[in-house]
């Protein structure tokens, strides 16, 4: 099956810095790449995601970028600010079987 | 508004009891999906069904159970035998057919065994 591994687990950024994080994936037949924000005590919300025909796609001060040669994927957060912080999920999906496969997550901390 | 609710937010569960949890959605989803996540862990499926009346375990089905009568509901029943049972239950739901893959998801429920 698929098989999604995220890099870093833990991030720590001054505010106003960058962060990133990458996925790899492993089928390449995967066609669409979402991004999930969870807050403490909260469900995942999606913030950004990208399908395979797209090399990257940006939304304000986020952004994801695709490469599929190298089936791995991106997650750029600019001008980061208190509230990005939080743990952040990739995953990946066929189009046939509708079946998300997530990363292990990132913990971002942004500090004042 | 739409969305996904899960209820309750908390709930505590006696050693050898089965607790419901409960997940409604007025999405019109087709697809719907249980998880588990421990603290500081990614998700981990539980079980999910892609229509009315018809579902399949995911990668932790065992001491779990799940029913599918109507297309806004997806309850889970954690059981006795699954030993250990605390951890955060989120539920989500996606369209099928349509090429929008993207999961909606409840707020979750945390289950703590006392």
């Known amino acids: 099956g698929e098989n999604v591994e995220q890099h870093p687990s833990t991030l720590s950024v001054q505010e106003g810095d960058s962060a990133v994080i990458k996925c790899t994936y492993s089928?390449?037949?995967?066609?669409?790449f979402p991004w999930y924000k969870q807050e403490l005590g909260k469900g995942p919300q999606l913030i950004i995601d990208?399908?395979?025909?797209?090399g990257e796609k940006k939304d304000q001060r986020i952004a994801v970028t695709l490469n599929k040669t190298a089936k791995h994927f991106s997650l750029h957060i600019t001008e980061t600010q208190p509230e990005d912080s939080a743990v952040y999920f990739c995953?990946?999906?066929?189009?046939?079987?509708?079946?998300?496969?997530f990363g292990g997550g990132t913990r971002v901390l942004v500090k004042p | 508004d739409g969305g996904i609710t899960q209820s309750p937010k908390y709930l505590f569960r006696k050693e050898g009891q089965n607790v419901t949890l409960s997940c409604e959605q007025n999405?019109?989803?087709?697809?719907m999906y249980w998880y588990r996540q421990d603290p500081g862990q990614g998700l981990r499926l539980i079980y999910y069904?892609?229509?009315?009346?018809?579902?399949q375990k995911g990668d932790i089905a065992e001491g779990y159970s799940v029913s599918r009568e109507k297309k806004e509901s997806f309850p889970l029943t954690v059981t006795s035998a699954q030993k250990n049972p605390t951890a955060f239950y989120l539920c989500?739901?996606?369209?099928?057919?349509?090429?929008?893959?993207?999961?909606?998801f409840g707020s979750g429920t945390r289950l703590t065994v006392v």
């Open positions: 989500a739901s996606s369209a099928q057919g349509t090429g929008n893959y993207g999961y909606t």
């Open positions: 089928d390449s037949a995967s066609n669409y």
């Open positions: 990208i399908r395979s025909n797209v």
């Open positions: 995953a990946v999906i066929k189009a046939a079987g509708n079946k998300l496969t």
């Open positions: 999405l019109n989803h087709d697809a």
């Open positions: 069904s892609q229509i009315v009346n018809d579902f």
